[in-house]
Structures are given as C-alpha cells and as structure tokens.
C-alpha cells in the first residue's frame, strides 16, 4: 500500500464513518447526513469509593464501590507506590432492591490479597468503560508495632433531598459537622477508623438509596485511604430492606465475619491489628430498646452470643493479643437523659466482659461524649446491674482492673444530647420495653440509679471523635500503652480541639 493510500485512509478517518470523500483527496462529492462524535462511553460512574480491612488486615484489603446499573467487569488494578499497578482483583457484586422505591443498589467489593505488612499500596478502580476512581492505603503491621485508629458513631450524611410532594427538603438529620468531621479524621490521618453505628439514617430519609450514596460520597475523603470499620445501629435496620431490615447494610460492607448464615453475615465480626483485638458487634440482637423501623431484639438466637465468647476466650488465651477492644451502638453507661443505658445489654455482655477482662467499649447511640471510671462487676444489690467502678483515677488507668467504656456520639448527627446530662449524679436504665398495641415503637421502661461510674461528660460540645494510639512496649513482659485524645469539632468553621487526653495501660500477654 502507498503511503499516499494511507494518508487518505487517514484523513477519512478523522473525518468519520458517514463523510464523503474530499475533492482535495481524490474521490466524489457525495451527501451524508452529519454523524455527531462520540465524547464518553456512556457507561454508570464508579461512585462511593471506600475500603475495609479482610480477614488478616496485614496482608488483604477489600475496595468497594457503587454503581447505579449493572456492569462488566468490575475490577482492582494495584500495586506499590514503587513498583507501579501489578496485580488485578477481580470484584464480586452484590444487590438489593430497596423496599420503599423498589430501586435496584450495585456494590462491587474487590479482595486484594497477598499483600505485605506495614507497606503502602496504590489501587484504582474501574468497570469497563468506566473512568477509574483510585486511592492509596496501608496494610497493618504483622505483630506489636505502634498505630493510631479514631472512631465516632452517628455521622448521617449531607444533603438535599427531594419530599414527597417534588420540593426540595433539607434533611433534619445533618449538619455541616458530618462533612467537618471526615476532615478531622484525615487531620489525623489513622491506620483504620471505627464508625460505631447509626451512620447516615437512611430509614428515616424519603429517599434511603440518595442518603446511602451520599454518605459514601462524603466519606469516600477518607475511606479511599484506610478503611472505615463499621458498626450496625438502630437507623440501620430499613423496613422491607431484608429478613431483619439490615440488607443494605450487608450490601454495602464486605466484612471479616465467620458468621455462615448469609442473614446474619457481616453483623458481628472481628480482626486484630498488631496487638490489639477488636471485636464489632450488632447490639439490637441483644438490647432491650426499640430504635429500628421493625423490632429484631434476639434475632440471632443467642449465636452472637456464643461467638463473642468463643472471640473473648480466644483473644485472651493468646500471647500475640494485649488489648481487646468492642465496638458497638447502643450504650451500658450514660448519664444524659436521652436513649439511656440498656439493661439487656448489661445482662448479656457485662459477664462476658468481666470474665475475660475487656479492656475498651466504644459506643455511639447518645449524640454525646461520655467516659466511664474503669468498670468491673456491679455495684450490690443493684436492680439495674450498676457497674462496679474499680478506681477513681481518670488520667492513667489499669484496665487489668476494669473496663472503659466511651460513648463517641458526635458524629455530625443533629439531635445533640450533650445539653440533657443528669446534673444530680444520676442516670437511668432501660429495664422493660412496653408493647404499643397500635404497633408502633415500644416504650422504654426506665429506672434511675446513681451514675457512680460516670468519669467525664463534655457538657459543651456536642460533635468530636477519639484517637488511640497504641504504644506497643519494647520487650516482653513490658507495660504496654495506649494513649486516648477526644477532639471536639467545633462550630461554626469545623477546626479541631482538644477536650482531653488521657491513658490506659496493661502488661503485656507475652510476659
């Protein structure tokens, strides 16, 4: 072929499949109807990037994303920072059909496997015809090693959404503390994040698929980067969404749980970075109080139960594990006059921390923040099994002696409590729920008791998260550390403060 056939072929290229030949280029002038260019694949956007820790958070991580309609070939390409994308992941997808709009969800989750410890990776997502979205992140440690993880509960999500009758309506749910909040938690920049519950409120939204995606579109700042570790809440469990209402959520989150009942899987799970164990758990299984938009209290049958303990025995039996953390919604302690601590749980889980000597519970469920007293057995003759404080110290603590307990519900939610505290030393307990025979929500059946647990309340400021940091020791045998700072995101510009600091400390297993 001469060159000049090419150069021709060339230039009708440019000119697309139905122009005419060019006099300029040899060939008849012939009508065409004009063609529009093609400018974009038309394919749906990869949206909502966010990761979350597998099984051995030292070596795999799982990418998840979300798209409005089915797609080809989901997918992870990643690699070192050094060494450039070498690997590919393919993603498995999973659905729901959300049961007010009868709208069909797509969520991809890719595991990435075979990676090595403490190393920093590079990933980006795609489907084809899709642009790539990317992020970077850092594996966990293999073994004891420094690291610092935040948590907070009760976020919901910035928006606008449309009412019922086509206006635009604002939901009464968020504030700008949701958006300031992620900035502060990428201010500090953790290996992983705990969100303990209640996180964007979608039952309680006229539009629950816009409020799931914008809350992934808000925190995707962060969740790109390391992985946000979710707990189950109250606003989680949507009617018609599921068995027990939790369907979206289980679509949303590939997590590490054994649990083998796909009704009951990612609900309850656990996983270790360096020498800390955490446990998650789903606290409407075993509390007492009404808050879903259908009542699921025992829908487990006492498995999550069962498993906790199996985790507890197993955590403390082994010499790699110092500290055992919970994280879950709704709360033990609380002195505000909001939601109350919940007797089903002090029945159920207070034993088991006891017994194998929990060391951090980390809450949400009151739009709070609250520290207890290091805890241990109840308080005599207590009808509302009131813990057992063990010591009065609150700076340095020895939770050999007794468990934390935290409530982080600051999250960015509006319906802030921290104005409601019991100022006469006093809490309440929900020890009964009442049958409505309308059948609406149960009513709680309260009982005060002397908070004698209580340590700090921040009566000033409602929205904030913690940061630990976890001081490994050097040798075995050696005090082990982990200190606790508790910002405040403060209105009306979002910065950040400290509201105190404090530390908790143990020997380690291996001594």
Sequence with gaps: MSQQSVTRRSALGLLGAGAAASPLLGGAVAAAAPVSPVTGTGSTPVQGLHLQFGKDPARQMVASWITDAAVRRPRVTYGTLDGGFGAVAQAETRTYVDGTSGRTVWVHHAALDRLHPGTDYIYAVSHDGATPDAGTFRTAPAGRAPFTFTSFGDQSAPQVTWAANGSVGLDANSTPATKDIVTGIETVGPLFHLLNGDLCYANLD?????????????????ARFRPWMPAAGNHEIERANGPIGLAAYQTYFRLPSTETDPELAGLWYSFTVGSV?????????????????????????????????????????????????????????????????????????????????????????????????????????????????????????????????????????????????FKDGTAKVITAVTPNPSGGKRTSVYVKEEAVWSAVR??????????????????????????????????????????????????????
Aim: overall charge negative.
């Design 277 to 421: 164990h955490v446990i998650v758990l789903q606290n409407d299984d075993n509390c007492l109080q009404d808050g879903g938009d259908v009542y699921i209290n025992g829908y487990s049958g006492g498995r999550q139960l069962a498993w906790l303990e199996r985790e507890l025995r197993a955590a403390r039996s082994s010499r790699d594990v110092d500290w055992v953390v919970v994280a879950m919604h709704q709360v033990m302690i609380s002195s505000s006059d909001a939601n109350g601590a919940d007797l089903g749980l002090r029945e159920k889980y207070g034993p088991l921390f006891d017994r194998y000597g929990v060391d951090l519970v980390l809450c949400g469920h009151e739009h709070d923040y609250e520290r207890s007293l290091a805890v241990r057995g109840v308080v005599s003759g207590s009808e509302t099994l009131t813990p057992n404080p063990v010591s009065s110290r609150t700076d340095v603590i020895d939770t050999t002696h007794g468990t934390v307990h935290m409530i982080l519900g600051g999250g960015g939610v509006s319906g802030t409590t921290n104005q409601s505290f």
């Design 458 to 511: 921040d009566l000033e400021h409602p929205y904030g998260f913690a940061a630990f940091t976890v001081d490994p020791g050097r040798h075995p045998g050696d005090t082990t550390s982990m200190y606790v700072t508790y910002y405040n995101v403060n209105k009306p510009s979002g910065e950040l403060s400290v509201f105190e600091r404090f530390t908790l400390r143990r020997r380690r297993s291996d001594g």
């Design 206 to 222: 006229v539009d629950r698929v816009r409020t799931w995606n914008n809350f992934f579109t808000n925190n995707t700042r962060s």
